[in-house]
C-alpha cells in the first residue's frame, strides 16, 4: 500500500508523460514516488493560493487551504482537509516487487 499511485500504473505513467514536456530525460528518469507527494503537495498549495486572487496573504492562503475538498493530483486519491486532518484515501492496491527497476507494479 502507498500513498501515491505506482509510476508503473497507468495513472503514473500519465504523470511521467505530463513531465516528458517540461523536464529534461536525466529529470525524467530520477522520477520517483517523492516526485509524486511533491507534485500533490504543490497543486494543494497551488490551489489554495488561485483561489486567493489579489488578496494573496499568509491568512488567506491557510483558509484557503483548510476548505479543500476532493482536489484531483492525478497522482494520488483526492486530498480533503478539515480540522486536525489532511487525508487522501488511496485505494488499496495489491503490488509486486520489480527488483530490476526497483520499483512496484500493481498486481492485475
Known amino acids: 500500500m502507498d ?12 504523470f511521467i508523460e505530463l513531465a516528458k514536456k517540461y523536464l529534461s530525460a536525466d529529470e525524467v528518469a530520477r522520477i520517483n514516488r517523492y516526485t509524486m507527494t511533491g507534485y500533490a503537495g504543490a497543486r494543494v498549495l497551488l490551489a489554495a493560493i488561485a483561489k486567493c486572487g489579489k488578496d ?12 479543500t475538498k476532493d482536489l484531483m493530483t492525478g497522482v494520488m486519491a483526492p486530498i480533503s ?13 495489491i503490488m509486486r516487487a520489480d527488483f530490476k527497476t526497483l520499483g512496484f507494479t500493481p498486481v492485475k
Do not use: H, M
Open 81 to 93: 482537509f478539515a480540522d486536525g486532518s489532511r487525508f487522501s484515501n488511496q485505494k488499496v492496491q
Open 56 to 67: 494573496l496573504t499568509w491568512a488567506c492562503t491557510n483558509a484557503e487551504l483548510a476548505k
Open 3 to 14: 500513498y501515491v499511485e505506482p509510476i508503473a500504473s497507468e495513472e503514473g505513467q500519465k
